[in-house]
């Protein structure tokens, strides 16, 4: 159980377009989803919270602007990537949280983004 | 504000041997939860371990164990008969116990360490 996933797993765009990264909670219902960022050999970065129905938490120095966070289900949370520049290009990764005990997260496998 | 120290970036142990894995924190919070994260190749987390601040007892997961000292906010990983398979990045986190869902329930990680295991 607990099983999350993001799609694309791996996405190639060109500069000043758009991008959706989608993050599903597979067998359970998350009230909460994280968005994180990560560069090579480094750590995460939380970008953002979010709950379902209510607008995203963005950590400080992250542009909400930019990249547009929407929890429109307790199984979907997506991350848009507006007008990507090459500076946008990372991994992400995504978590889902339930109501539970020991807040813990589970993560989605992550996805690859390349800005060209 | 929380924080979570890994100093050490690298380690390397030798299949078969144990090996221990630092990590301290510092929080003015008193219920809490701490973590230790796997990352493979594949880029996957996979948790590992975790331990209620509660409990004195440390958390053991097959041969994975932490040295949990709460006074010293020292909370290590050791893993015993180290196989191919660890060779990861590492990752201990810390949150705080949410009151509400959602509430302070971010996770704050420490920088990782990368081990290999050689065989």
């Known amino acids: 159980g607990a099983v999350v996933s993001q799609h694309p797993s791996w996405v190639i765009c060109k500069s000043g377009t758009s991008v959706k990264i989608e993050c599903r909670s597979l067998d359970f219902q998350a009230t909460t989803m994280f968005w994180y960022r990560q560069f090579p050999k480094q750590s995460l970065m939380l970008m953002a919270t979010s709950n379902e129905g209510s607008k995203a938490t963005y950590e400080q120095g992250v542009e909400k602007d930019k990249f547009l966070i929407n929890h429109a289900s307790l199984t979907l949370s997506t991350l848009t990537v507006t007008s990507a520049h090459p500076e946008d290009s990372s991994f992400y990764i995504c978590?889902?949280?339930?109501?539970?005990?020991?807040?813990?997260?589970?993560f989605g496998p992550g996805t690859r983004l390349t800005v060209l | 504000a929380q924080t979570v120290t890994q100093s050490q970036p690298e380690m390397s142990v030798q299949e078969a041997e144990t090996v221990t894995l630092s990590c301290t924190y510092d929080t003015s919070e008193n219920n809490y939860y701490l973590f230790w994260y796997k990352q493979p190749p594949s880029r996957q987390m996979i948790l590992v371990i975790r331990?209620?601040?509660?409990?004195?007892q440390n958390a053991t997961e097959n041969r994975f164990s932490v040295n949990f000292q709460k006074a010293a906010k020292s909370f290590s990983l050791k893993i015993s008969d180290s196989q191919l398979g660890d060779t990861a990045m590492y990752f201990c986190a810390f949150t705080i116990q949410a009151t509400t869902a959602g509430a302070n329930s971010k996770l704050t990680f420490g920088k990782g360490i990368t081990l290999s295991v050689r065989p």
């Open positions: 331990q209620e601040a509660y409990k004195q």
């Open positions: 978590s889902a949280r339930t109501g539970g005990s020991y807040n813990e997260q589970f």
